[in-house]
């Protein structure tokens, strides 16, 4: 977790995915990490996967996208 606030993640172009059963935190997380990132200058856009999905399906949604 002290990596991930780090930031680092973000300028190398990676994605997160918090993946989890209701209740775990994944929520409290991105925020936290979405908070943190704010205040070291980045923009942040969250984005809520709702409903099942399969997770071949997001792994290709977020090869397709372009992180540069």
Not at 32 to 38: F, H, K, M, N, Q
Not at 47 to 53: E, S
Not at 58 to 66: K, N, S, T
Request: glycine residues 14%; without cysteine; charged residues 20%.
């Amino acid at each position: 977790i002290r990596d991930l606030s780090t930031g680092r993640w973000i300028g190398h172009g990676q994605a997160l995915l918090l993946l989890g059963p209701p209740g775990v935190g994944k929520t409290h997380l991105a925020v936290a990490l979405g908070r943190e990132a704010v205040d070291r200058g980045y923009t942040v856009q969250p984005q809520v996967w709702a409903g099942q999905f399969r997770l071949d399906m997001v792994v290709e949604a977020l090869r397709m996208r372009d992180w540069r």
